[in-house]
């Protein structure tokens, strides 16, 4: 079965509406007039926006495999340069801490 937007918007709209809130009913309660209406509204734009972005992802994903990702190569450079960079800092740490007091009175 071929997904289109207007069988994804029936289906968010469909999944998101509460069975009670309709054209046809009427409000029960203060929140559920207009401004109720307007949230679910809102809401349902929301979903949308969301789940359509997330199809033109896959869709982006399935048609072009090589976006772009990071290589092994590139993750174990960076990891051994944030170790030698904490490595150094710790040892500079160390030894201001052990000769702190004869440092004092430069």
């Not at 009670?20 to 929301?46: D, H, I, L, M």
């Not at 092994?72 to 960079?85: D, F, K």
């Amino acid at each position: 079965m071929k997904h289109t937007a207007a069988r994804t918007r029936r289906a968010v709209l469909h999944a998101t509406t509460h069975p009670r809130t309709g054209r046809r009913t009427t409000p029960r309660a203060p929140g559920r007039g207009r401004r109720g209406a307007r949230s679910w509204a809102r809401a349902n734009g929301a979903v949308l926006r969301l789940t359509t972005r997330v199809q033109e992802g896959l869709q982006e994903a399935v048609r072009r495999p090589d976006r772009g990702d990071i290589s092994t190569t590139t993750v174990i450079i960076w990891v051994a340069a944030v170790t030698g960079a904490l490595l150094i800092a710790g040892t500079i740490a160390v030894v201001i801490s052990k000769y702190n007091g004869q440092l004092n009175g430069l």
